[in-house]
């Protein structure tokens, strides 16, 4: 059950503790039976109207260390695994409480909300700790925590919703906004009007913000309001205010792999990932063997489904999808002559599993814009990455040696192979599978082929269709070798 200091009880027995109650109880019992009842503790005594006792913050004990959990600049979906791993140690170690730090301008909502949905269920006191700005998602986290102090010269509010354009997001999510603040305002017992006027300027709180203008809370301000609990110069005098001065305090950082997901799902990474992994197997698909192109475009490909899974964007079914969209790809390319159906359903469910690996499991319109425009974007980058291989590295020093420049031609000194113009229109039987390529017999003569069609099984008649570039193409034909003979006799 989760922890709370956030308001008093109203009722009048507060602060009567279980031994209270019994000896009241057994008060009552004795005048009943007429028995003797001690001085001054008669029923009105110990039933009388009590001023209540607001909870207090819980004490440092012997040992206890505070957690402390810093979140600066833009709030990225790397961010809610890390704070997800801080309230968990620092329940586990049974620290009197957790010390969010806030100096964030704002980030992605998606990920707000999962740290707020974090917040709300810890089992450890959290308090809010405005060191400059809680802005826009920034606030949002700091009413989810159970308590606010802010720095002198500090700000919170401004949270409407924008674009990745920059514009106000539509109705529609400054709407889910508005709800998601009032109430978190209704559980801190603060005027639900406060924490909308956060989000929605057309919202008026009198004597706090006009209509028309959009609610940011400077410090003195925010404390005024009730908004912020009080006002400290650092973290001492916060740990003084809740009654927590002895207590070490230990800061969690994130660790090596949640900063490697909060990089590799940072919008500028991610479509260069996708950039890498699609040129790595573009690449691989024309060359006739696994190597360093084809490793690199499967690293970064996991490196893309891997960081989004663990911030809970790409599920097991986007990883399936884009599996299953590759399969159809490679069976076009290298199987089925052309580009068909197969291509165009592979090619689809790719970028679908790369946009949808980029938004949540409830997508707004934006999201999926975004998610989009990023993958367009990789697909750019893989045109000019393409365009810029083919045209230039055969030109590099560095690589002119894995390029032929020089002309091999009969006029320089080179012999190609004989002309084979006299097979064109022989009847041969296939000695191998053509897969595309084979050998077959034609004439008596072993010679490799290439099939025009669909593949063919060994000892397939074929026909010679034409003789070009060292290359002898056939097809299937109607009728072999020795019904042929057998005809013409």
């Given amino acids: 059950m989760r ?21 009241g109880l057994a008060v009552v019992a004795a005048s009943a039976s007429g028995g003797p009842v001690p001085p001054g503790l008669g029923v009105g005594a110990v039933f009388a109207p009590s001023t209540p006792v607001a909870p207090s913050a819980p ?3 012997s040992g206890a260390t505070v957690v402390r959990v810093p979140i600066s600049g833009t709030i990225e979906l790397g961010v809610a695994p890390f704070v997800a791993r801080a309230l968990s140690e620092a329940a586990e170690s049974g620290a009197p409480a957790v010390i ?7 980030g992605r909502v998606d990920a707000a909300w999962k740290i707020i949905d974090d917040l709300r269920d810890a089992e450890v006191p959290t308090y809010a700790y405005v060191n400059r700005r809680a802005l826009s998602a920034g606030a949002m986290i700091a009413l989810a925590t159970d308590r606010i102090y802010m720095r002198p010269g500090s700000t919170i509010g401004a949270a409407t919703p924008v674009t990745g354009e920059g514009e106000k997001a539509p109705e529609k999510m400054v709407s889910a906004m508005r709800s998601e603040f009032r109430a978190l305002a209704e559980e801190r017992g603060l005027d639900p009007l406060v924490a909308e006027a956060m989000v929605d300027e057309s919202i008026e709180v009198p004597g706090v913000s006009e209509a028309g203008r959009l609610l940011t809370l400077t410090t003195d301000e925010a404390t005024a309001i009730g908004v912020a609990d009080a006002e400290v110069r ?14 070490p305090v230990r800061e969690i950082q994130p660790n090596w792999a949640e900063a490697i997901v909060r990089f590799l799902t940072n919008p500028a990474v ?9 040129l790595g197997l573009i690449v691989e698909v024309r060359t006739p063997s696994f190597g360093v192109a084809g490793a690199v475009g499967l690293a970064s490909l996991a490196a893309f489904f891997g ?3 663990l911030v809970h964007l790409a599920g097991i079914e986007e990883i399936l999808l884009f599996g299953a969209g590759a399969v159809l790809i490679a069976l076009e390319v290298l199987v089925i002559p052309g580009f068909g159906i197969a291509g165009i359903l592979g090619t689809v469910a790719v970028l679908g599993a790369a946009v949808m690996g980029m938004v949540g499991q409830v ?7 975004n998610a989009a425009g990023l993958v367009s974007l990789s697909i750019i980058l893989v045109g000019v990455a393409g365009w810029a291989l083919v ?9 002119s040696g894995l390029f032929l420049r020089d002309s091999t031609s009969r006029e320089t000194g080179y012999l190609s192979v004989p002309p084979r113009e006299d097979l064109v229109g022989e009847l041969g039987v296939t000695s191998t599978d053509l897969r595309p390529t084979g050998v077959a017999i034609i004439n008596d003569e072993r010679i490799h082929v290439v099939t025009e069609g669909p593949w063919l099984e060994a000892g397939t008649p074929i026909r010679v269709l034409e003789v070009a570039s060292g290359r002898v193409l056939v097809r299937r034909a109607k009728q072999s070798p020795e019904s042929e003979h057998r005809n013409e006799a």
């Fill in 307 to 309: 960081a989004h899974h």
């Fill in 391 to 399: 045209r230039h590295l055969p030109r590099s020093n560095r690589f």
């Fill in 363 to 369: 997508p707004t319109f934006d999201q999926v814009f």
């Fill in 3 to 23: 922890y709370t200091t956030r308001r008093a009880m109203k009722s009048p027995m507060t602060g009567l503790s279980a031994p209270v109650l019994a000896l």
């Fill in 234 to 247: 650092d973290l001492i005098e916060l740990l003084e205010v809740t009654r927590l001065p002895a207590a």
């Fill in 100 to 106: 969010i730090e806030l100096d964030t301008p704002g």
């Fill in 59 to 61: 004490s440092a004990q």
């Fill in 270 to 278: 991610a479509p260069l990932l996708l950039s890498l992994g699609f």
